[in-house]
Each structure stands twice: as C-alpha cells, then as structure tokens.
C-alpha cells in the first residue's frame, strides 16, 4: 500500500457520518454497486473464519414490503398510551425514502463467543459503511425495538439474530468530518 492510499482511507474514514433519510434523493442505487459494498463488509476480519454476518437487501418493491412490516410491528408492539401516530408514519418514510435498506444479521456459530459474533458483524457493517461513503451514499445503522420480532419475516434460523437495518441513499449534503473528542483523552501511553 502506497501514501497515496493511506491518505485516501484516512480521508474516507474522518469524514464517514451518519447521514438519514430526509437527505436522501431520489436516486437509484444500482445491485451491482450494493453488492461491491456488501464485498467490502464481507472482508471483514473474522476470529477463526465464521464471518457471522449475513445480510437481507431490500430495494424496490422490498422497500414497501419492509415498511409494512416495520410500521405493523411497532403498531402491534406499543402499547396504545405510548403509541405515536408520527413515529409510525416516520418509520415508513425513511423506508420508503432510502435507496436500500440492508438488514444486518449475525449467525452464531458456536465456535468463538457471542460477542466476537457481534464484534465481527460490526467491522462488516463499518466496512459497507466506509465504502459506501466512498461511493458518494449516506447511511446509518438503526436498531428498533421492534427488531426482535423480526425473525419470522427475515426468515432467521434459531441461531441468527437481526442487529438492525442499514439505511442507504445517494445525497447532496456536504463533506465534513466527524465530531469526536480528543484522542489524547482517550489513550494512555506505555514506554
């Protein structure tokens, strides 16, 4: 690897942000790019080679077909005093609004703890991220409530779990870094 490359990534890295839905605009995201990023979280590093993730894309049509079933299951789960007509309508809009919406699920092997399991799960959504950044796609990682109620719908064996949905879409916001404390407070050097 050159600079050139590390400059890049560092570049890709400090400016990678949550980016939602009201920014997204209508715009397509084609498979075969989805399916370049969904490579680059399928690199991810992996203890003992389980890569736990494992991903359900929904575009199109699937997009209806998720928002249905989102908006139905937090009707169905709120209890009617806490129930927010505007959080259910919300929770179809952003749906509807994205490109793509991934479901990230981790499928527990059994040979290495759960939390590397999820720890992994993690670096492949942190990789799709990166490198939908670098395509010039916003997103953001949500986890519902509601998300435990999800296996039948995503068709989950006994031991996978959905960990929340990948939000994506093309937008027009402008570059800017991160917001983070300082490093120094969050380090401590051995010599």
């Known amino acids: 690897m050159s600079l050139m490359h590390f ?40 203890h003992k080679l389980t890569q736990p993730w494992r991903f359900v894309v929904f575009r199109e049509r699937g997009l209806s077909k998720l928002a249905d079933q989102l908006s139905s299951l937090y009707k169905t789960h709120t209890p009617p005093e806490q129930f927010l007509q505007k959080k259910f309508e919300s929770t179809r809009e952003k749906i509807q609004r994205s490109g793509a919406v991934v479901a990230i699920i981790v499928s527990y092997s059994g040979v290495v703890p759960q939390w590397e399991e999820i720890a992994a799960t993690a670096c492949a959504v942190q990789n799709l991220w990166l490198a939908a950044s670098a395509a010039g796609i916003g997103g953001y990682w949500s986890s519902p409530g509601t998300i435990k109620y999800m296996g039948d719908f995503l068709r989950l064996a006994e031991h996978e779990a959905c960990l929340g949905f990948f939000y994506m879409g093309y937008h027009e916001e402008p570059l800017r870094p991160a917001k983070r404390d300082p490093l120094a407070e969050k380090v401590r050097w051995e010599e």
Do not use: G, M
């Open 7 to 46: 400059e890049t990534i560092t570049k890709v890295i400090h400016h990678r942000r949550a980016v939602f839905p009201p920014s997204y605009i209508q715009r397509a995201i084609p498979k075969a790019l989805i399916t370049e990023l969904l490579d680059c979280a399928n690199a991810a590093p992996t």
